[in-house]
């Protein structure tokens, strides 16, 4: 079995990638390197360096390497920038989904998992989200991964195609020391980058009602997504039913300042946050329920917050121009 990893080159797609190759499942890559590194991608696994928008090197790459299953990590995922730039993202997300599955229809490859995002939901007003809370984007980005997985469920309508959608929240962590969150716009790059460049790093907003007063959002290890990732693809070439969509979620949550002082212990670089105005639309907690997740595809924390932490600094740290 032969699965194309769309995105490959990425922070989340390289584990993933790395993932199914220590899975004995022949990755390989397909890139167009935007927002990933050829670097990321292992030396023995074969790279095609192409978008997602090409209909023929998604054919060729079809052919040339015997693929019978898709992992679609590849897509535009800020979600804030995605308000400023809805044409491209659409593009990059609905277009190229849709381009990827009619390539797979052609090519009659039948079972793909997608990357989907904890976008879909907007900003739930309950404690605990499950695949069942309603959907309700509050971006561009959050739309277009909501139209993403309503294109699987039709393609496997017309064409038969088994399909399942992992919804992620917040991903973080290295699962290997050479891959590093590079995201201009996540946590934990954002706070590594100030401590590194001698700024204090900021709250956004301290007066929510939780806890302490900063936002708790869901945290999980990428190493640990990675691995639903082939359990997921495994279950789809073993015939076995799945669902269309799994909240890869800790069911807890951690709260900003919680991971504020977790980074100043494993750093060892004391700091004091600044507290900024809250930005518009921060929900004051979502925290999602993982047990189908846990039920079907391996899921589990197995990392605590002290080790993703550290697993993300030491790559960040190691971490040369790539």
Known sequence: MTWLVTGGAGYIGAHVVRALDAAGMSPVVLDDLSSGF????????????????????????????????????????????????????????????????????????????????????GTPDVDLVTEDTPKAPASPYGESKLIGEWLLRDAGVAYGTRHTSLRYFNVVGSGDPSIYDTSPHNLFPLVFDALVNGRTPRINGDDYPTPDGTNVRDYIHVADLALSHVAAARRLDAGEPIEPAYNLGSGEGVSVR?????????????????????????????????????????????????????????????????
């Open 38 to 121: 050829a670097a990321f991608v292992p030396a023995d696994v074969p790279f095609v360096q192409a978008t997602i928008l090409d209909g023929e090197a998604l054919l060729d790459t079809i052919e040339r390497h015997d693929v019978t299953g898709v992992i679609h990590v590849a897509g535009y995922k800020y979600a804030g920038v995605s308000v400023q730039r809805p044409l491209h993202t659409y593009e990059q997300n609905v277009t190229g989904t849709a381009t990827l599955l009619a390539a797979m229809a052609d090519r009659e490859i039948d079972r793909i998992v997608f990357s989907s995002s904890a976008a879909v939901y």
């Open 258 to 322: 919680e991971i504020m002082t977790a980074i100043a212990d494993v750093t060892g670089i004391p700091f004091t946050p600044e507290i900024a105005p809250r930005r518009a639309g921060d929900p004051a907690r979502i925290v999602a329920a993982g047990e189908l997740a846990a039920r079907d595809i391996d899921w589990k924390m197995r990392h605590s917050l002290a080790e993703m932490v550290q697993s993300a600094w030491s790559a960040r740290t190691a971490a040369t121009t790539v």
